[in-house]
């Protein structure tokens, strides 16, 4: 079991949500600990320009935002460990968070920030070449398959958003979307549709990545006719979106048919005490402003939550 730390508030994730929640409640004197994931950061780590993050008008990189929230949350006296949850008991209180190699947290309060993980086909050629020409991550790969054909799979925004990236790479890109229309805000449909290195396949899914050691190309369904053919591409980039990080949770918590936290009257969860904010239950909006806007709901919610509690949860807050 390890070393045991006792805490008045564990966050779990150090994406925006997790940071503004670790902000708020160290603003709040809940001197509370994150957890921080390996690696540290969640989404935007793997995020170039972020144009959209409200106070940076010339925009900023993924990381370094990720690095300031986190310093600012530190400044505060918020403390990290660079470590994951392997499980969890949230059945009594104090609440029991077991890390890979830091020991047990137990703590008054929890607030959930893990975020979500990229979607993968399943497809076993898929598996075995993970890291050998396919990726989730456009932005972290793309420089690899310079001057090379690329796929994109998906019809959604990432997929539209890694499609223009890697035209900036690509000698072209196809986007194999599984049906006629997609389903991308219209500003960013319309930017890959008139995007010169940019064509689709519609109606049409990759039913196998062909490559041994690397890709060198997929073979295509197209289910209106149920002809298959081969694309030959060097890479091949999967968009088809993501899901909640809440396998930890499974039976600690009650979470919705695609795995995500159930969440009511604000941040809470199905376990008093123990609260939600960001991706891990937000299948809408998925941004970091609003996970960034959540957490701190989160933490109002946690910080007046352990004020009701009669001692030793709430007024007694435990020292570190
Ligand atoms: P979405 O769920 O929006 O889209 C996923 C896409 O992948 C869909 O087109 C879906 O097809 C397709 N898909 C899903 N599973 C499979 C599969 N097994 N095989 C083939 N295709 C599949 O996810 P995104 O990650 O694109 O976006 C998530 C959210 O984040 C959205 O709300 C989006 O608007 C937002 N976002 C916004 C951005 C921006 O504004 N700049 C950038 C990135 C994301 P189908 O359409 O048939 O269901």
């Not at 979500?116 to 972290?140: F, M």
């Not at 295509?220 to 081969?230: C, Y």
């Amino acid at each position: 079991m390890g070393p045991v730390r006792d805490v008045t508030l564990a966050v779990v994730g150090s994406g925006p949500a997790g940071l503004t929640a670790a902000l708020y409640a160290a603003r709040a004197e809940l001197r509370p600990l994150v957890i921080a994931g390996i690696p540290p950061g969640g989404q935007l780590i793997i995020t170039t320009d972020v144009e959209n993050f409200p106070g940076f008008p010339e925009g900023v990189q993924g990381p370094e935002l990720v690095d300031l929230l986190r310093r600012q949350a530190g400044r505060f006296g918020a403390e990290f460990l660079d470590d994951h949850v392997v499980r969890v008991d949230l059945a009594r209180r104090p609440f029991t968070l077991e890390t890979g190699t830091h020991g047990t947290v137990r703590a008054q309060a929890v607030i959930v920030a893990t975020g979500a993980n990229a979607r993968w086909l399943g497809l076993p050629s898929e598996q075995r070449l993970v890291g050998h020409g396919i990726s989730a991550c456009a932005t972290c790969d793309g420089f690899f398959f310079k001057g090379q054909p690329l796929a994109v799979v998906g019809g959604g925004d990432t997929a539209m958003e890694e499609a223009l990236f890697l035209t900036n790479f690509a000698s072209h890109v196809t986007i194999v979307h599984r049906r006629d229309r997609l389903r991308a805000s219209p500003v960013m449909q319309e930017r890959a549709k008139r995007h010169p290195k940019i064509s689709f396949e519609w109606d049409s899914e990759v039913i196998e990545v062909v490559g041994d050691g690397k890709v060198e190309g997929v073979r295509l369904r197209d289910h209106r006719t149920g002809v298959v053919r081969e694309l030959a591409v060097g890479g091949l980039f999967v968009a088809i979106g993501h899901d909640p990080a809440t396998a930890v949770f499974r039976g600690a918590l009650e979470l919705d048919p695609q795995g995500y936290v159930r969440v009511h009257d604000g941040t809470r969860t199905s376990v008093d005490g123990v609260f939600a904010a960001g991706d891990v239950q937000d299948r809408r909006y998925r941004q970091a402003v609003t996970a960034a806007g959540a957490g701190c709901m989160a933490a109002i919610d946690a910080e007046r939550w352990l004020a009701e509690q009669p001692a030793p949860a709430g007024p007694a807050r435990v020292p570190r």
